[in-house]
């Protein structure tokens, strides 16, 4: 079946520590994006990637990093430097750009997200 | 920037009967999206319904349809003949078209609770 497969589902950080969040996908989507998600809040966005080998930072990404070394493949690391790294991580994929064509409307497509938590 | 608000932390209905979610979004812009989208138990996010901003007609998706009133920048969800498995976190999302449209903006959410 084709979708988003987001591993592991739950992870431990200890202090000092770098750890990394994985995201495949195989839909043959262009653009992938990172979100979290805090307790009572909505989903704020990380990083997000429009093709492959290039990536942006979104509203939240001091303390993240990414690569999007293959298509398939958008691996998100929570640094040291993020001091509040616990919560519900998604990773989405979407269409994403044919030529020029807006992304209007595009369907996002959802993992089943990583729960991290800070040991 | 755009916001999205949603003014109802949570939500109960019975089985059967009907319930309105609200949503409100503060933007400059006239050609946007709207999406709501579900997030039960499994925490996995589903997208409910989508609204086109130019598109004066509102959007319906079997049970579930919005009220979409561009001048009062207002999207209500309205889920008719509410099943149990209906229980869940629903988010309003506003995504912009052309620059910046990557991004889709959330609102905090609203839990509905369908009781049997």
């Known amino acids: 079946d084709g979708g988003i497969t987001q591993s592991p589902k739950y992870l431990f950080r200890k202090e000092g520590q770098n750890v990394t969040l994985s995201c495949e996908q195989n839909?043959?989507?262009?653009?992938m994006y990172w979100y979290r998600q805090d307790p009572g809040q909505g989903l704020r966005l990380i990083y997000y990637?429009?093709?492959?080998?290039?990536?942006q930072k979104g509203d939240i990404a001091e303390g993240y990093s990414v690569s999007r070394e293959k298509k398939e493949s958008f691996p998100l690391t929570v640094t040291s430097a993020q001091k509040n790294p616990t919560a519900f991580y998604l990773c989405a994929s979407s269409p994403g750009r044919r030529s020029q064509v807006d992304l209007r409307g595009e369907k996002l497509f959802f993992g089943s997200g990583t729960q991290l938590s800070v040991l | 920037a755009q916001t999205v608000t949603q003014s109802q932390p949570e939500m109960s209905v019975q089985e059967a009967e009907t319930v309105t979610l609200s949503c409100t979004y503060d933007?400059?812009?006239?050609?946007?999206?709207l999406f709501w989208y579900k997030q039960p138990p499994s925490r996995q996010m589903i997208l409910v319904i989508r609204?086109?901003?130019?598109?004066?007609q509102n959007a319906t998706e079997n049970r579930f349809s919005v009220n979409f009133q561009k001048a009062a920048k207002s999207f209500s969800l309205k889920i008719s003949d509410s099943q149990l498995g209906d229980a869940a976190m629903y988010f309003c999302a506003y995504r912009r078209v052309g620059q910046g449209a990557q991004k889709l903006v959330f609102g905090q959410g609203t839990r509905l609770t369908i009781n049997p």
């Open positions: 609204q086109e901003a130019y598109k004066q």
């Open positions: 990637s429009q093709i492959v080998n290039d990536f």
């Open positions: 933007t400059s812009e006239s050609d946007y999206y």
């Open positions: 839909l043959n989507h262009d653009a």
